[in-house]
């Protein structure tokens, strides 16, 4: 800022030298300037530089100054020219005054607005574009006009030309700088001159008042400014005074307030018009009132907030809107990519052919790679279900395959084994998800599975605490929680689109399954074809393609064939390579049927899984334990077949083999019997591997697992540790009649079983033993046939529970105890019927109803409730001697337990 107090004291002895010039002349002459001989005007000071105007220079002989005479006309504008001298007995001192040009810099509209930092010009620029562009030659303008200095205004974007000028006489100081600012506005027109950042003109105004110079960090440029004044001004008078800086909207007059200035609101339609307004007006003084303009400040700090609060039901749904709006185009497809990166394994350095060839050839070949579970296990049973799946992989996405099997069995490991080759796989275990502890927990597990990120997880808890709150203030939901259905849905439909990027089939959703089976086939007859060229070399074109192609047989076959898609371009049209169809394996479906959130994760999967197969997108794998988990799959995908394996524990020969196949044969030559006791269940098989190999012997082995297995069992069974407060649905004597006939054999008949007194023909207690594990039930022809032990060595574990001659005897007292009391219920039950049927006789035993003897019917009933009698009497007799035979047992093993102590 330039120090007007410098200025002026300079300027009074400039005036002070010229009139003693004057005065002390006998003949006065023209003042002339000269190069040689100069005086040094008067100095500007700046707030960030002092620069001397050296750019005038004053003969030491003065001169009358020329007068400015003004010519009139009636129908020409006003001109001026400098011909007549003026005597020099005027005193014509300097004055001086200001100008603003409106569009020097970009406006600032707050903190946060960059673009002056941008485009800040520096000091020296400024005054020399002043000089040069914006203001006329000095030679060109009147009254001995000279620039006194700029003073930029950051925030106006505009600048202030601080200018002197000597006034004659016969002119007013009005008319003056009204000439002075015609001359600069004549100039900027005729040059044309615009800004280059943002395309618009610059206009020059006169400065009528007193610029209040500030830099006030809350105060910003607005289109509204505030005029108070003490005095009385109408509309019209504040019209004619703003109208000249640009287009107005609107002005109002507020309410007069006692002892308060009266204020008016000018709206101007731009901006930079409200600032020339400010910067030129301010100060002004007009019928003697003095015009304070400040800016209008129309949003205050808390008017946003205020009112976002006050208007909930209309702020929180656009809020929610915005947000669903932003996720959908920026998060949403960011999870689409994460996903589809990890179907398509991107970023899995160990799927990259080249890698797995060179590791192959480099670690590979030095050491000794681990043997595959499935290819060391040997099973001949499993190649029959391996290739059912495999015929079923290469089929079109028409159905769900449906691998059954109890925990254990290795069913995850056969159907990873079989799909280890495809290039697009996802993979759910649901053990993780139906374990989790929450809702939230279950969500999070669910995304990591499948790549969905970011998930924001937290910004749920915050909808809901939001919901809570406006529920509470306005007595309504505004809609800002997700239900956790809704979260599960939105995931596993963006898990669609992604499978649906990576689906080769995705294209033909609308084409049938014939059609798409019969480009598989074509595809698969020309991978064969292409497969018998490179080996048989007959084609030399493919046969240089073969040499050329490093790496892998699958590497070379893809080059050839995309040296074949490159010369026949149809090819594209009629491939569908089954490979590159997506498998989703959905593992440990139905695992737990009550849970938190169970019933609504089983359904959700169904159906979700339903709809890709409809689509024809996908080929779906579920893996499960649970013999009703068709059920919920048949309501999702209806009137189609499924393709079930059942697989089944190893035979004898088969788990040998898998033994022998990690443990060595010489070392361990007799393993028959340990393997006959643990059985087939692949799970106990390594288990029993790998305590061996850790040192133990393998009776000890067989020992340990055995052990814990009749813990399994007594837990599961008979409920003894009851410590979680689940209730069994089934009684402890109903599971140790089926567990006497297991131990005796290795299947029990499932009717048989069914039509035991303790069953009552009830199959409810045969599926809850099941789904436990403890027993699994054999299906043949569509109905149960069998029951056989849960696990191999659950057999063994049964026949060590039946060793136990007190727990046996215990069970065995209970089991006739509860038998007696059904039976005397029966006893009961009969004699009460031959006492109604005594009452129809008379004590000669003739009928009541004349006659003489009993109707043959009456005669026939008695004889039947006679016979069921004897027969529930001799029950009772047995269950009384089997009872009385357990408390001996019992009592005889107390007795040898207190003397052995």
């Known amino acids: 800022?330039?120090?007007?107090?410098?200025?002026?004291?300079?300027?009074?002895?400039?005036?002070?030298?010229?009139?003693?010039?004057?005065?002390?002349?006998?003949?006065?002459?023209?003042?002339?300037?000269?190069?040689?001989?100069?005086?040094?005007?008067?100095?500007?000071?700046?707030?960030?530089?002092?620069?001397?105007?050296?750019?005038?220079?004053?003969?030491?002989?003065?001169?009358?100054?020329?007068?400015?005479?003004?010519?009139?006309?009636?129908?020409?504008?006003?001109?001026?020219?400098?011909?007549?001298?003026?005597?020099?007995?005027?005193?014509?001192?300097?004055?001086?005054?200001?100008?603003?040009?409106?569009?020097?810099?970009?406006?600032?509209?707050?903190?946060?607005?960059?673009?002056?930092?941008?485009?800040?010009?520096?000091?020296?620029?400024?005054?020399?574009?002043?000089?040069?562009?914006?203001?006329?030659?000095?030679?060109?303008?009147?009254f001995h006009f000279k620039i006194g200095g700029i003073e930029p205004r950051l925030k106006d974007g505009g600048m202030f030309v601080h200018f002197s000028y000597v006034r004659p006489s016969s002119y007013t100081t009005k008319e003056a700088l009204k000439e002075i600012e015609s001359r600069c506005e004549q100039h900027l027109i005729s040059k044309g001159h615009y800004m280059w950042f943002n395309f618009q003109k610059v206009r020059a105004f006169l400065v009528k008042g007193s610029p209040f110079l500030e830099d006030l960090a809350s105060r910003y440029p607005n289109s509204r400014i505030r005029v108070e004044f003490a005095g009385n001004l109408n509309v019209e008078q504040l019209y004619t005074l703003f109208r000249k800086y640009g287009k107005i909207m609107d002005i109002s007059l507020l309410t007069p307030v006692k002892d308060m200035p009266r204020q008016a609101i000018v709206q101007y339609s731009f901006m930079r018009a409200s600032t020339s307004a400010k910067s030129c007006l301010h100060g002004m003084e007009i019928n003697g009132t003095q015009l304070s303009v400040t800016y209008e400040r129309t949003l205050?700090?808390?008017?946003?907030?205020?009112?976002?609060?006050?208007?909930?039901?209309?702020?929180?749904?656009?809020?929610?809107?915005?947000?669903?709006?932003?996720?959908?185009?920026?998060?949403?497809?960011?999870?689409?990519?994460?996903?589809?990166?990890?179907?398509?394994?991107?970023?899995?350095?160990?799927?990259?052919?080249?890698?797995?060839?060179?590791?192959?050839?480099?670690?590979?070949?030095?050491?000794?790679?681990?043997?595959?579970?499935?290819?060391?296990?040997?099973?001949?049973?499993?190649?029959?279900?391996?290739?059912?799946?495999?015929?079923?992989?290469?089929?079109?996405?028409?159905?769900?395959?449906?691998?059954?099997?109890?925990?254990?069995?290795?069913?995850?490991?056969?159907?990873?084994?079989?799909?280890?080759?495809?290039?697009?796989?996802?993979?759910?275990?649901?053990?993780?998800?139906?374990?989790?502890?929450?809702?939230?927990?279950?969500?999070?597990?669910?995304?990591?599975?499948?790549?969905?990120?970011?998930?924001?997880?937290?910004?749920?808890?915050?909808?809901?605490?939001?919901?809570?709150?406006?529920?509470?203030?306005?007595?309504?939901?505004?809609?800002?929680?997700?239900?956790?259905?809704?979260?599960?849905?939105?995931?596993?439909?963006?898990?669609?689109?992604?499978?649906?990027?990576?689906?080769?089939?995705?294209?033909?959703?609308?084409?049938?399954?014939?059609?798409?089976?019969?480009?598989?086939?074509?595809?698969?007859?020309?991978?064969?074809?292409?497969?018998?060229?490179?080996?048989?070399?007959?084609?030399?074109?493919?046969?240089?393609?073969?040499?050329?192609?490093?790496?892998?047989?699958?590497?070379?076959?893809?080059?050839v064939k995309r040296h074949r898609r490159e010369m026949n371009s149809d090819d594209n049209n009629t491939e569908c390579d089954p490979d590159e169809i997506p498998v989703i394996v959905i593992d440990g479906y139905m695992s737990r049927e009550k849970g938190p959130h169970a019933k609504e994760l089983w359904t959700y999967l169904a159906d979700w899984a339903a709809v890709l197969v409809e689509n024809h997108i996908a080929h779906v794998i579920f893996l499960t334990n649970n013999v009703s988990a068709s059920k919920p799959l048949a309501k999702s995908l209806p009137n189609m077949p499924f393709e079930h394996i059942i697989l089944t524990d190893a035979t004898l020969e088969s788990a040998l083999e898998f033994v022998y196949n990690h443990l060595d044969r010489d070392e361990y030559p007799d393993l028959i019997k340990s393997v006959q006791t643990i059985g087939g269940r692949l799970t106990d098989l390594e288990l029993f591997v790998q305590k061996i190999k850790s040192g133990q012997k393998p009776d000890d082995a067989v020992k340990d697992i055995l052990g814990r297995a009749v813990v399994e069992v007594r837990k599961n069974a008979f409920d003894f540790d009851n410590s979680d407060g689940r209730t069994l649905n089934w009684t402890p004597i109903q599971f140790w009649a089926v567990m006497k006939q297991l131990a005796a054999s290795e299947t029990a008949s499932f009717d048989e079983l069914k039509i035991h007194p303790?069953?009552?023909?009830?199959?409810?207690?045969?599926?809850?033993?099941?789904?436990?594990?403890?027993?699994?039930?054999?299906?043949?022809?569509?109905?149960?046939?069998?029951?056989?032990?849960?696990?191999?060595?659950?057999?063994?574990?049964?026949?060590?529970i039946l060793s136990d001659v007190g727990f046996s005897a215990v069970m065995d007292l209970e089991s006739s105890t509860h038998l007696e009391k059904e039976e005397m219920v029966k006893v009961a039950k009969w004699e009460a019927e031959l006492k109604e049927l005594s009452n129809l006789l008379h004590t000669d035993g003739s009928w009541l109803f004349g006659g003489g003897r009993a109707p043959?019917?009456?005669?026939?009933?008695?004889?039947?409730?006679?016979?069921?009698?004897?027969?529930?009497?001799?029950?009772?007799?047995?269950?009384?001697?089997?009872?009385?035979?357990?408390?001996?047992?019992?009592?005889?093993?107390?007795?040898?337990?207190?003397?052995?102590?």
């Not at 020329?66 to 006003?78: E, H, I, M, N």
């Not at 001298?85 to 970009?106: C, K, R, S, T, V």
């Not at 990576?502 to 399954?513: H, Q, R």
């Open 1 to 142: 800022m330039y120090r007007a107090a410098a200025f002026s004291s300079r300027a009074t002895t400039l005036v002070a030298r010229r009139h003693v010039l004057l005065s002390s002349s006998a003949t006065v002459r023209p003042l002339t300037t000269s190069a040689s001989s100069t005086t040094t005007v008067p100095t500007f000071t700046s707030a960030r530089r002092t620069t001397p105007l050296t750019n005038t220079s004053v003969s030491v002989k003065p001169t009358p100054f020329l007068r400015t005479q003004k010519v009139k006309g009636a129908s020409t504008p006003r001109k001026y020219t400098t011909e007549t001298p003026i005597h020099a007995e005027e005193e014509l001192p300097l004055q001086y005054g200001m100008l603003y040009f409106d569009n020097a810099y970009p406006l600032k509209m707050g903190w946060w607005d960059i673009r002056y930092s941008l485009l800040k010009p520096g000091w020296r620029s400024l005054e020399r574009k002043a000089k040069t562009e914006l203001v006329p030659p000095e030679k060109n303008m009147p």
């Open 300 to 559: 205050q700090g808390n008017v946003i907030w205020t009112w976002l609060t006050n208007h909930p039901k209309i702020t929180v749904p656009l809020g929610g809107a915005a947000l669903a709006g932003m996720s959908f185009m920026i998060f949403d497809p960011m999870r689409v990519f994460s996903m589809h990166a990890k179907i398509t394994q991107l970023f899995n350095v160990n799927e990259y052919p080249f890698l797995r060839w060179l590791r192959k050839e480099t670690v590979g070949r030095l050491t000794r790679s681990p043997l595959d579970t499935m290819q060391a296990s040997g099973w001949r049973e499993r190649a029959h279900d391996e290739e059912k799946l495999r015929a079923w992989l290469r089929t079109a996405p028409e159905s769900f395959a449906i691998v059954h099997g109890p925990r254990g069995a290795g069913k995850t490991e056969m159907v990873e084994y079989v799909i280890k080759d495809k290039k697009h796989k996802v993979v759910i275990r649901c053990e993780e998800l139906a374990n989790a502890r929450s809702e939230g927990e279950l969500l999070t597990n669910l995304a990591k599975q499948i790549g969905y990120i970011p998930l924001f997880q937290f910004m749920n808890t915050i909808n809901n605490m939001v919901d809570v709150a406006i529920t509470a203030t306005t007595g309504q939901k505004a809609g800002l929680s997700a239900t956790f259905e809704g979260q599960l849905k939105k995931i596993l439909d963006t898990l669609s689109i992604a499978i649906q990027q990576a689906s080769p089939v995705s294209d033909l959703s609308n084409t049938s399954p014939d059609a798409i089976m019969k480009r598989i086939e074509a595809t698969l007859e020309e991978k064969t074809r292409l497969s018998e060229l490179i080996k048989t070399g007959s084609c030399a074109q493919t046969n240089s393609l073969a040499l050329s192609a490093s790496g892998s047989p699958n590497r070379r076959l893809t080059k």
């Open 758 to 800: 303790l069953f009552k023909n009830d199959e409810g207690p045969f599926s809850a033993m099941e789904q436990a594990e403890l027993i699994n039930i054999v299906h043949k022809h569509g109905r149960p046939y069998a029951v056989r032990p849960g696990k191999p060595i659950y057999r063994a574990a049964f026949q060590n």
């Open 856 to 901: 043959k019917e009456v005669d026939t009933r008695v004889k039947w409730l006679m016979k069921k009698l004897a027969e529930s009497h001799a029950k009772v007799e047995k269950y009384e001697n089997e009872a009385t035979q357990a408390k001996k047992a019992v009592a005889s093993i107390a007795a040898a337990s207190f003397s052995s102590s």
